[in-house]
């Protein structure tokens, strides 16, 4: 994740140094705020002594619409409460705060920041008082609720302008107990924290996806981190076909290098066989185009697939019609005849890899030369 500055404004000071995120003090607003910066505001222990100025919610407004971050932690405190609400920041984003005070189970929704161990054993979560925040009703859709109670929301994200904001309202000593780091990645779209702390579960992949707004920034994310950590049979276990195919169409030649380089020309051909059986297809064209091209370089460049295996896999379809000029590898000239069936395939190579542009160009004609006055 980029380098952030996380200022520190009220009750926080535990939170210093948190997870290796860089965190500052201060006691009121500054001026200026860059979007790398992210506010995190409570009351002061001294409301009456430092009151958050109308001026000063103005700015954090103000960068809030221009890209910027910040939390509101509210607690469930009357004057607490009064705090914000006199400095008129909940008026500029059009949201009336309430207090509630009775026993309830909030409920925890199907969201990325709730992903945890004891997610799937209970997503409530119990409380004698918190605020809500009810909002307007045009403005449903820039909210991404994680947990509410009385169907109005308790701890979300909201987003306004370029920015966004997050209301809090079960108080300092639980914003406590969050996974502040992971919150702070998700405000600035940092995903790949999430998907390795689940493994890369496609199911839960999938819930998180069909709540999300950002859908598509969200897959791109995770089929990046999973082409990046995960293996070639990793994505065959894949059960979601939507998925599957966004993974195989991203594989590249790294990917199949870290998947492939480890085995046996055997084990190899038996994989490639499997591969086209299964996704010869015209929907996983482009993964098939880099896979034979991963192939041919195994064959050319690194010389690690035996005569026979090459034969076995030209003649299965896995390889284009124009690999046949490949055997010029396994070739060794030993009389006339034979030198011309060599020189004529490396013709065919040499002009095959103007597009393929896998050899250099150089080096084949230089095999050329040396050959021409041999016998």
Same mark, same amino acid.
């Given at each position: 994740?980029? =380098?952030?500055?996380?200022?520190?404004?009220?009750?926080?000071?535990?939170?210093?140094?948190?997870?290796?995120?860089?965190?500052?003090?201060?006691?009121?607003?500054?001026?200026?705020?860059?979007?790398?910066?992210?506010?995190?505001?409570?009351?002061?222990?001294?409301?009456?002594?430092?009151?958050?100025?109308?001026?000063?919610?103005?700015?954090? /407004? #103000?960068?809030?619409?221009?890209?910027?971050?910040?939390?509101?932690?509210?607690?469930?405190?009357?004057?607490? +409460?009064?705090?914000?609400?006199?400095?008129?920041?909940?008026?500029?984003?059009?949201?009336?705060?309430?207090?509630?005070?009775?026993?309830?189970?909030?409920?925890?929704?199907?969201?990325?920041?709730?992903?945890?161990?004891?997610?799937?054993?209970?997503?409530?979560?119990?409380?004698?008082?918190?605020?809500?925040?009810?909002?307007?009703?045009?403005?449903?859709?820039?909210?991404?609720?994680?947990?509410?109670?009385?169907?109005?929301?308790?701890?979300?994200?909201?987003?306004?302008?370029?920015?966004?904001?997050?209301?809090?309202?079960?108080?300092? #000593?639980?914003?406590?107990?969050?996974?502040?780091?992971?919150?702070?990645?998700?405000?600035?779209?940092? /995903?790949?924290?999430?998907?390795?702390?689940?493994?890369?579960?496609?199911?839960?992949?999938?819930?998180?996806?069909?709540?999300?707004?950002?859908?598509?920034?969200?897959?791109?994310?995770?089929?990046?981190?999973?082409?990046?950590?995960?293996?070639?049979?990793?994505?065959?276990?894949?059960?979601?076909?939507?998925?599957?195919?966004?993974?195989?169409?991203?594989?590249?030649?790294?990917?199949?290098?870290?998947?492939?380089?480890?085995?046996?020309?055997? =084990?190899?051909?038996?994989?490639?066989?499997?591969?086209?059986?299964?996704?010869?297809?015209?929907?996983?064209?482009?993964?098939?185009?880099?896979?034979?091209?991963?192939?041919?370089?195994?064959?050319?460049? #690194?010389?690690?697939?035996?005569?026979?295996?090459?034969?076995?896999?030209?003649?299965?379809?896995?390889?284009?019609?124009?690999?046949?000029?490949?055997?010029?590898?396994? +070739?060794?000239?030993?009389?006339?005849?034979?030198?011309?069936?060599?020189?004529?395939?490396?013709?065919?190579?040499?002009?095959?890899?103007?597009?393929?542009?896998?050899?250099?160009?150089?080096? +084949?004609?230089?095999?050329?030369?040396?050959?021409?006055?041999?016998?």
């Amino acid at each position: 994740m980029k =380098q952030i500055k996380i200022l520190l404004f009220g009750q926080l000071e535990e939170l210093n140094n948190m997870n290796n995120l860089k965190c500052e003090s201060i006691d009121s607003i500054p001026d200026h705020l860059d979007n790398n910066t992210v506010l995190i505001i409570t009351s002061p222990k001294e409301i009456k002594k430092n009151k958050l100025e109308f001026e000063q919610a103005r700015i954090i /407004f #103000d960068f809030i619409l221009g890209g910027g971050k910040a939390i509101f932690v509210v607690s469930p405190i009357e004057e607490d +409460l009064n705090y914000f609400i006199d400095s008129k920041i909940f008026t500029f984003f059009e949201i009336e705060p309430e207090i509630i005070t009775k026993r309830v189970l909030l409920h925890k929704t199907n969201h990325i920041i709730n992903i945890d161990k004891d997610y799937f054993q209970s997503n409530k979560k119990p409380a004698n008082r918190y605020v809500h925040f009810l909002t307007n009703y045009k403005k449903f859709d820039s909210e991404e609720i994680l947990i509410e109670g009385e169907f109005e929301p308790v701890y979300y994200i909201y987003h306004e302008g370029k920015g966004a904001v997050i209301f809090y309202g079960l108080g300092v #000593d639980e914003f406590k107990k969050e996974k502040v780091s992971k919150l702070i990645k998700y405000l600035f779209k940092d /995903f790949s924290f999430y998907w390795k702390e689940t493994n890369y579960d496609v199911e839960l992949f999938r819930m998180i996806y069909n709540n999300a707004d950002n859908k598509e920034e969200l897959l791109q994310d995770y089929v990046k981190n999973f082409i990046r950590n995960k293996t070639f049979r990793d994505i065959t276990l894949v059960k979601d076909e939507i998925i599957k195919l966004k993974l195989i169409n991203s594989i590249d030649e790294h990917f199949l290098r870290k998947s492939f380089d480890e085995l046996t020309p055997i =084990q190899l051909e038996k994989q490639y066989k499997t591969i086209f059986r299964q996704m010869n297809k015209k929907k996983y064209r482009k993964f098939i185009n880099i896979a034979q091209r991963y192939l041919i370089k195994r064959i050319g460049i #690194d010389k690690y697939i035996p005569l026979k295996i090459f034969n076995r896999l030209y003649d299965a379809d896995i390889l284009p019609e124009e690999a046949s000029s490949l055997i010029i590898f396994y +070739l060794d000239p030993k009389n006339e005849n034979e030198k011309e069936s060599y020189l004529r395939n490396l013709k065919e190579l040499i002009e095959w890899n103007k597009y393929l542009k896998i050899f250099d160009d150089r080096k +084949l004609k230089s095999m050329r030369s040396k050959l021409k006055n041999k016998f």
